[in-house]
Structures are given as structure tokens and as C-alpha cells.
């Protein structure tokens, strides 16, 4: 069974930083997309970024020159480091992956990012 387990939420001044960590755990292999998904109680799950196995990335415009993904495929972790935090980047923070090979796609179970203003 495959798990993604995220980790590294919180409460942030603006202006301040968060890192995010995703990590797959259970018999998961060949990971294509990895990405960032946010969401606001109300509204639709938005992507935030994603990287491919190839390390090509793709951001929302609302968060680029603030936000960088990158990935361990070693670790089939992903990450967000996320610098200049807005109160409007508020929402739950839900990880996802992509297994082509096995027409497979697991979610996390989303982490709070909260920024105070």
C-alpha cells in the first residue's frame, strides 16, 4: 500500500519561509509527475507546481520567483521551498504523484500552511 506523508506546515509571518517535504513509502516505483496542489475552504485544488523525472517544472504564476520545487528520486520525496510568504498563500498543501507505468495517482493527506499578515 502507498502512502504519501507530508510534513513541514505551519504558521508564518509574511514575508517569512516554509519548507514542505513529501515522502512515498509502500511498493511505489517510477514516479513521472510529482507535484503541489493548494486548497481554500470553498474553493477548487489548485496546482502550485510539479517536476517531472526529468526535473522539468511547471509553476502557477501566482507563486513564481518565490516558490521552487525539486524532487529526490532516490527517496521518491518532493519538496516546496517556499520564500516570501503571503497571507494569500493560506490553504491546505496536498502532495501528489503520478505512476504512469501503473495508471496510478496518490494524493497526501494535505498539510496548513497559515500566514499571518
Known amino acids: 500500500q502507498v502512502q504519501l506523508v507530508e510534513s513541514g506546515g505551519g504558521l508564518v509571518q509574511a514575508g517569512g519561509s516554509l519548507r514542505l517535504s513529501c515522502a512515498a513509502s509502500g511498493s511505489i516505483f517510477r514516479i513521472n509527475v510529482m507535484g503541489w496542489y493548494r486548497q481554500t475552504p470553498g474553493k477548487q485544488r489548485e496546482l502550485v507546481a510539479h517536476?517531472?523525472?526529468?526535473?522539468?517544472?511547471n509553476y502557477a504564476d501566482s507563486v513564481k520567483g518565490r516558490f521552487t520545487i525539486s524532487r529526490d528520486n532516490a527517496k521518491n520525496t518532493v519538496y516546496l521551498q517556499m520564500n516570501s510568504l503571503k497571507p494569500e498563500d493560506t490553504a491546505v498543501y496536498y502532495c501528489?504523484?503520478?505512476?504512469?507505468?501503473?495508471?496510478?495517482?496518490?494524493w497526501g493527506q494535505g498539510t496548513q500552511v497559515t500566514v499571518s499578515s
Open positions: 501528489k504523484m503520478e505512476v504512469p507505468d501503473s495508471f496510478s495517482v496518490y
Open positions: 517536476v517531472t523525472r526529468d526535473s522539468s517544472t
